[in-house]
Antibody, heavy 124, light 109 residues
Framework: EVQLLESGGGLVQPGGSLRLSCAAS????????MSWVRQAPGKGLEWVSAISGSGGSTYYADSVKGRFTISRDNSKNTLYLQMNSLRAEDTAVYYCAKDKVASTMVQGVFFDYWGQGTLVTVSS | AIRMTQSPSSFSASTGDRVTITCRAS??????LAWYQQKPGKAPKLLIYAASTLQSGVPSRFSGSGSGTDFTLTISCLQSEDFATYYCQQYYSYPPKWTFGQGTKVEIK
């Protein structure tokens, strides 16, 4: 059974940093691209970042580029999101999500499994 | 970035109704479209991908159609468990800049 379990969310001041983790199980982690998708309170879904199965290719939404860094440790089956220079508008539930199709490329990705989400609140 | 616009944003319906939700892309995306269902406090659930392919385990009352810029999600006979918010997502963009529609909330009449 595929499971994705996020952790690391919490309250942080504007300008601060936070690192999210997503522990994966139930599938060959290194064979799949992974993404972070966020949802601000009462709002819709926003794709944030993606990483290839090998970790060699990374992509970001314009809203987080230069501030967030996605990475993965395939030996630990864990996905990360390092978030720096946090802003109030980064407040959201952050989901990790798995690509449905095993591929070496991050292309044509949609998500068949999602974690339960972790809440990040940026406020003074 | 490709903009995805859903309509309506919300509506009320009754159990047993046939409902249709529309998603329009700001440029052609072929059939690179997925639909998700989200219930309050829960993660989204994949319903349909490639515009019309039903995800395993999803009831056959859900169907999708369209290509290019115009897409629809249809629920043939609304059940109580279908009251939720539905999102479309384009995965055509490369380099990746995947975008979601703003959501359509289906409420009980």
């Amino acid at each position: 059974e595929v499971q994705l379990l996020e952790s690391g969310g919490g309250l942080v001041q504007p300008g601060g940093s936070l690192r999210l983790s997503c522990a994966a199980s139930g599938f060959t982690f290194s064979s799949y691209a992974m993404s972070w998708v966020r949802q601000a309170p009462g709002k819709g879904l926003e794709w944030v970042s993606a990483i290839s199965g090998s970790g060699g290719s990374t992509y970001y939404a314009d809203s987080v580029k230069g501030r967030f860094t996605i990475s993965r440790d395939n030996s630990k089956n864990t996905l990360y999101l390092q978030m720096n220079s946090l802003r109030a508008e980064d407040t959201a539930v952050y989901y990790c999500a798995k690509d449905k199709v095993a591929s070496t490329m991050v292309q044509g990705v949609f998500f068949d499994y999602w974690g339960q989400g972790t809440l990040v609140t940026v406020s003074s | 970035a490709i903009r995805m616009t859903q309509s309506p944003s919300s509506f009320s319906a009754s159990t047993g109704d046939r409902v249709t939700i529309t998603c329009r892309a700001s440029q052609g995306i072929s059939s690179y479209l997925a639909w998700y269902q989200q219930k309050p406090g829960k993660a989204p659930k994949l319903l349909i991908y490639a515009a019309s392919t039903l995800q395993s385990g999803v009831p056959s009352r859900f169907s999708g159609s369209g290509s290019g810029t115009d897409f629809t999600l249809t629920i043939s006979c609304l059940q109580s468990e279908d009251f939720a918010t539905y999102y479309c997502q384009q995965y055509y963009s490369y380099p990746p800049k995947w975008t979601f529609g703003q959501g359509t909330k289906v409420e009980i009449k």
